[in-house]
């Protein structure tokens, strides 16, 4: 679904990210671990559109997004983005933030499905009610659905636990698993909690000052090694 050939990113006069190259494939968890400031979040930044590359290729799904590709232009082509911090509307009710995911796909298709609340069946009651009056754990419930509307053929998760509760953390790994169940979604998943992403992937990419350390499946990483390297 996902090939990345060699992508190097800068901010200003700084690179962060050296030459990366990962693949992510439809119904399989690739985690993307290390530390504070490795270049996760600036790697799914390039991923999205939301940060220029500076350099390497990327295909999605067969198709090249490398060059000059814009974020709304991914998202339409099935690039789905849960941010780190959420970056819902809190203003918007929360029918209204899932609506904004309408913008990436055919108006024909324009409806919040009923598999959006089978997961998330606190979204449905509280559908009226504004997104900054909603629970840590309820707004990330509620991004992850919002990334859902627009039906993606890859899904970006940053952070997905950071700061919420462990019931909603049970919850959202069993919404992983349910969307990694279904085979047509690629997921790449940038995680601090070891335990949580060691149990949902499938594929490890490990990165130590914007370079792969460690790429190979879940058969080919120990536990205990995988830990030393994403560990300070």
């Not at 089978?118 to 509280?126: E, R």
Request: aromatic content about 6%.
């Amino acid at each position: 679904m996902l090939a990345i050939q060699n992508l190097t990113l800068h901010y200003g006069h700084s690179q962060i990210l050296h030459d990366i190259s990962l693949t992510a494939k439809p119904g399989a968890v690739t985690c993307l671990m290390g530390t504070n400031g490795v270049g996760k979040t600036s790697l799914l930044k390039a991923i999205s559109g939301t940060h220029p590359r500076s350099g390497g290729t990327m295909q999605l799904d067969g198709a090249d997004v490398s060059a000059n590709t814009p974020a709304h232009a991914r998202a339409r082509a099935g690039v789905g983005y849960v941010p780190q911090g959420r970056d819902i509307f809190p203003l918007m009710t929360v029918r209204e933030n899932l609506q904004t995911g309408y913008a990436c796909i055919p108006k024909a298709d324009w409806t919040i499905p009923d598999e959006v609340f089978d997961l998330f069946p606190i979204l449905k009651d509280f559908l009226n009610r504004r997104g900054g009056d909603l629970s840590g754990g309820q707004q990330q419930q509620l991004a992850i659905a919002r990334a859902m509307i627009a039906q993606p053929k890859l899904l970006l998760l940053d952070e997905p636990t950071e700061g919420i509760q462990p019931n909603i953390i049970k919850q959202i790994g069993e919404v992983i698993r349910y969307l990694r169940s279904k085979g047509d979604m690629a997921i790449i998943l940038v995680e601090q909690f070891f335990d949580f992403a060691y149990e949902l992937g499938d594929h490890f990419v490990a990165l130590e000052r914007g370079r792969v350390i460690h790429d190979a499946p879940k058969a080919r990483t120990a536990r205990e090694d995988l830990l030393a390297k994403v560990s300070v």
